[in-house]
């Protein structure tokens, strides 16, 4: 296995922040650098043992979905700004392929979260309420079920290690304005329906996925961060889905599940992952770049 980036280490740059997988430097004072690290979480805790490959694939994969809604919607990518101009030949070789220097744009504080699948959260809500970030539902759908169309279920962007909380449209018009809200609305279920056409007929289901927008000076909306990831999203195998089970996913499931068996309360620090399960996670994600995108696997 090629050797994993646990933590990038760029002193040509200041350091702005360390999320659970991407590291931001700051290019000047109109772009940053995000190097996306094989750092794998989970029950929000870094977990120490990073997924070889992890974060190129993340980046590959986001980039992938930004060329293909070009026309739609643009994006922070910054295709004239180069990594040679800005880091030592040994920084380069560290954040190779999974490092993008990007325009510095003001994120929209709302997790605009769309779902064509009742799973997770959304699951959750229905069986308590009949509705989804109060979105009513019709009665008798169960679990995994395919909603009679998509919607649109936004999550209020909680502090840096903090859960985000879901919120309804109204909370969200009142939070961003209305006009602003409607757009973010209109524009997700656009891209999601759009990305799930293009995932079935390659045999993936899109039961859910969360997009992140910015706006530039003049308000226009940009597409950032990550794009319909396994990180972000949640895929399935159309033929192992049926209504009634949760059906395994093309993410951290892998990992998730081999926890659960383990002594462990769920702090920091997580267990010491085993070498099986570290393969196994890689190639998961391996697979579902290689289906969404025509990539050979490497």
């Given at each position: 296995?090629?050797?994993?980036?646990?933590?990038?280490?760029?002193?040509?740059?200041?350091?702005?922040?360390?999320?659970?997988?991407?590291?931001?430097?700051?290019?000047?004072?109109?772009?940053?650098?995000?190097?996306?690290?094989?750092?794998?979480?989970?029950?929000?805790?870094?977990?120490?043992?990073?997924?070889?490959?992890?974060?190129?694939?993340?980046?590959?994969?986001?980039?992938?979905?930004?060329?293909?809604?070009?026309?739609?919607?643009?994006?922070?990518?910054?295709?004239?700004?180069?990594?040679?101009?800005?880091?030592?030949?040994?920084?380069?070789?560290?954040?190779?392929?999974?490092?993008?220097?990007?325009?510095?744009?003001?994120?929209?504080?709302?997790e605009c979260v769309a779902r064509g699948y009742l799973i997770g959260s959304g699951w959750k809500d229905y069986l308590a309420s009949g509705s989804v970030c109060g979105i009513g539902l019709p009665a008798g759908l169960r679990m995994a079920s395919q909603l009679p169309q998509p919607i649109f279920?936004?999550?209020?962007?909680?502090?840096?290690?903090?859960?985000?909380?879901?919120?309804?449209?109204?909370?969200?018009?009142?939070?961003?304005?209305?006009?602003?809200?409607?757009?973010?609305?209109?524009?997700?279920?656009?891209?999601?329906?759009?990305?799930?056409?293009?995932?079935?007929?390659?045999?993936?289901?899109?039961?859910?996925?969360?997009?992140?927008?910015?706006?530039?000076?003049?308000?226009?909306?940009?597409?950032?961060?990550?794009?319909?990831?396994?990180?972000?999203?949640?895929?399935?195998d159309a033929q192992g889905w049926r209504e009634g089970i949760s059906p395994p996913s093309f993410d951290k499931q892998i990992v998730r599940d081999w926890l659960e068996d383990q002594p462990w309360d769920k702090r920091a620090p997580g267990p010491w992952l085993p070498d099986d399960i570290i393969?196994?996670?890689?190639?998961?994600?391996?697979?579902?770049?290689?289906?969404?995108?025509?990539?050979?696997?490497?």
């Amino acid at each position: 296995m090629n050797a994993a980036l646990h933590q990038s280490e760029i002193t040509s740059l200041p350091l702005v922040h360390r999320g659970k997988v991407r590291d931001i430097y700051a290019v000047g004072q109109q772009h940053l650098l995000i190097v996306t690290t094989d750092r794998l979480s989970a029950f929000d805790v870094i977990l120490p043992r990073p997924v070889p490959g992890k974060g190129e694939v993340l980046t590959r994969v986001t980039e992938f979905w930004m060329r293909h809604f070009a026309t739609q919607v643009p994006n922070q990518m910054a295709p004239d700004m180069h990594l040679a101009d800005w880091l030592t030949a040994d920084e380069r070789r560290q954040v190779e392929g999974r490092g993008a220097i990007v325009r510095r744009l003001r994120a929209v504080p709302v997790e605009c979260v769309a779902r064509g699948y009742l799973i997770g959260s959304g699951w959750k809500d229905y069986l308590a309420s009949g509705s989804v970030c109060g979105i009513g539902l019709p009665a008798g759908l169960r679990m995994a079920s395919q909603l009679p169309q998509p919607i649109f279920t936004p999550a209020d962007k909680a502090p840096v290690g903090q859960h985000d909380e879901n919120i309804d449209f109204a909370q969200t018009c009142r939070r961003l304005g209305q006009p602003l809200a409607e757009r973010l609305r209109d524009l997700t279920l656009r891209l999601y329906q759009e990305a799930a056409r293009h995932a079935l007929a390659r045999g993936i289901i899109v039961a859910d996925t969360k997009f992140e927008f910015g706006q530039d000076d003049a308000g226009q909306l940009h597409l950032i961060d990550e794009v319909l990831t396994p990180d972000s999203s949640r895929f399935w195998d159309a033929q192992g889905w049926r209504e009634g089970i949760s059906p395994p996913s093309f993410d951290k499931q892998i990992v998730r599940d081999w926890l659960e068996d383990q002594p462990w309360d769920k702090r920091a620090p997580g267990p010491w992952l085993p070498d099986d399960i570290i393969e196994r996670t890689a190639a998961r994600y391996r697979e579902v770049e290689q289906r969404l995108t025509g990539r050979a696997a490497t």
